[in-house]
């Protein structure tokens, strides 16, 4: 439906199509911009998207995972910290967060 049809039809018509489940398409020069859909079928395609989005994640990082693992030791070792200087850094931290 163009949008000058579906503006002549009026917006309560819209709603009323989209609450019985019928989807508007709103073409502007033959091309489809927008669409009247139910509110409830906007919330399945929203779920479905993040239900996506998360399956996709999934599969990414179990692609380039090589299965190499650090342990917390490796890390501080790599960026030159130790146990000692991490726990009064902590302790730091603690004590100006309780001030």
Avoid: C
Avoid at 23 to 46: C, F, M, N, W
């Amino acid at each position: 439906m163009s949008i000058t049809e579906a503006s002549r039809a009026g917006l309560s018509a819209l709603v009323a199509a989209a609450e019985e489940g019928r989807d508007t398409p709103l073409s502007r020069h033959g091309k489809v911009v927008a669409e009247v859909v139910s509110a409830k079928e906007i919330a399945q395609l929203r779920h479905d998207r993040d239900t996506l989005r998360d399956a996709a994640l999934v599969m990414a990082r179990f692609a380039t995972d090589s299965g190499v693992r650090t342990t917390l030791d490796q890390a501080m070792e790599f960026f030159n910290l130790n146990r000692a200087e991490l726990e009064g850094e902590n302790v730091e931290e603690a004590q100006s967060d309780n001030s």
